[in-house]
């Protein structure tokens, strides 16, 4: 099955600054991959995604970046604010008939005002 | 529209014990899915279905049992709860590609 890494667990930012947040994944046939952010005590919510025919999708101040050769994905918050402060779960879609999500463990930001 | 709904919000269970977690949406949404969340370990597939009538196991299925009688309701039974079913469960339902959570159930075995 499909098996998801996520780096680094823990990320700490100045306000202002960008974070940059990696997930590598094992199945080759992977189609999807949304980014969830987790605030404390609540549900992950979806903030982006892509699919493995886009190379890059951008919204507002958090962009993801996909390498289907190195099977590798990436998460780009630009002009961090103390609100994205949480936590991010990366995940593939690893096989079509299935649909199941594989998440990775999870990085958890904090922006330094 | 209330989206993914969950009950109960907390729960406590002796050793041996049995209970249902409740999850519906009302999005129509063929596919649901549970996962449970431990410290460090993201989100674990337990089961799934892509329809009603239709359920398979995921990624740690042992210990838990699912039906999917209607497209709305997808409930979680643990049959004989244990310390290591501790965890916090997410029920989740999903269109053609996003997926929504529901709030959460947090269970404690003791």
């Known amino acids: 099955g499909e098996n998801v890494e996520q780096h680094p667990s823990t990320l700490s930012v100045q306000e202002g600054d960008s974070a940059v947040i990696k997930c590598t994944y094992s199945d080759s046939a992977s189609n999807y991959f949304p980014w969830y952010k987790q605030e404390l005590g609540k549900r992950p919510q979806l903030i982006i995604d892509?699919?493995?025919?886009?190379g890059e999708k951008k919204d507002q101040r958090i962009a993801v970046t996909l390498n289907k050769t190195a099977k590798h994905f990436s998460l780009h918050i630009t002009e961090t604010q103390p609100e994205d402060s949480a936590v991010y779960f990366c995940?593939?879609?690893?096989?079509?008939?299935?649909?199941?999500?594989?998440f990775g463990s999870g990085t958890r930001l904090q922006v330094q005002p | 529209n209330a989206g993914v709904t969950q009950t109960p919000k907390f729960q406590v269970l002796k050793t041996g014990q049995s209970m249902t977690l409740q999850c519906a949406q009302d999005?129509?949404?063929?596919?649901m899915s549970w996962y449970r969340q431990d410290p460090g370990m993201g989100l674990r597939l337990i089961h799934y279905s892509v329809g009603a009538g239709i359920t398979d196991q995921g990624e740690v299925p042992n210990g838990y049992n699912v039906s999917r009688s209607t497209t709305e309701d997808f409930p979680l039974r643990l049959l004989s709860a244990a310390p290591s079913q501790t965890s916090v469960y997410f029920c989740?339902?999903?269109?053609?590609?996003?997926?929504?959570f529901g709030p959460g159930t947090r269970l404690t075995v003791l």
């Open positions: 995940a593939a879609q690893g096989d079509t008939g299935r649909r199941a999500l594989t």
């Open positions: 892509i699919r493995s025919n886009v």
């Open positions: 989740a339902s999903r269109s053609t590609d996003t997926q929504y």
């Open positions: 999005m129509n949404h063929e596919y």
